[in-house]
């Protein structure tokens, strides 16, 4: 798919991206199989679930980009077409996996308590309305998109105040970890320029 993006072939990307598609179906399934049995609260499985949507969706946006380009079948302008699949890869895939992994990676990392219940079920509702409603705005030209954007740090703001909950619900550390544990100041090195990004989408959304 790369190499037919070098060579401007759209044709070639059509197909390769499909192959794309396809494998990330094939990993949906079997991780949709895996995480039905898994001791983990429904409100964190329903990140990975809404994860995998997304980037379907993204997927098969990129696709009828890619034969848009050899039989124009999407109306709208190129620009906003592309953000709509590339804000919905971000945010709707990575920034919703990141969350729904965090839930479990975070409270063995610092060791902390482990967050369940309405609020982180809250935070990935909110996430996943923004992202499809900025998505649609893009695709549809829409001014709507600077209050998606709001929602999706509203999502985001749930899932930090999560993560301030773990710090304030310790458990006991291994007698064997070092301090500082530089593992857990990365991950928060991480949050804070998730928080920036955050700040800064919010405030050039509106010249985009």
Not at 8 to 23: C, E, F, I, R
Not at 74 to 89: D, E, S
Not at 111 to 140: D, K, N, W
Request: proline share 6%.
């Amino acid at each position: 798919m790369v190499s037919h993006f070098w060579l401007d072939s759209p044709k070639g990307m059509v197909w390769s991206a499909g192959t794309v598609t396809l494998a990330l179906l094939w990993v949906a399934g079997r991780a949709a199989a895996a995480l039905r049995p898994a001791k983990i609260p429904g409100e964190v499985k329903l990140h990975f679930h809404l994860a995998f949507l997304n980037v379907l969706i993204a997927a098969t946006l990129g696709v009828l980009l890619g034969l848009n380009k050899v039989h124009p079948l999407l109306g709208g302008f190129v620009l906003t077409n592309v953000y709509a699949h590339a804000h919905l890869a971000a945010l709707g895939w990575a920034t919703m996996m990141v969350m729904g992994a965090g839930y479990r990676l975070l409270p063995m990392l610092l060791p902390a308590a482990l967050p369940e219940g309405r609020m982180v079920a809250a935070g990935a509702i909110l996430l996943e309305t923004g992202v499809l409603g900025l998505f649609a705005s893009f695709l549809f030209r829409s001014r709507a998109a600077g209050l998606f954007g709001l929602v999706i740090v509203a999502g985001l703001a749930v899932f930090l105040s999560r993560v301030r909950w773990m710090r304030r619900h310790p458990r006991p550390a291994p007698r064997e970890l070092r301090r500082p544990d530089w593992g857990v100041l990365h991950a928060l090195q991480a949050l804070v320029y998730l928080a920036l990004a955050a700040a800064l989408g919010i405030a050039w959304g509106p010249a985009v």
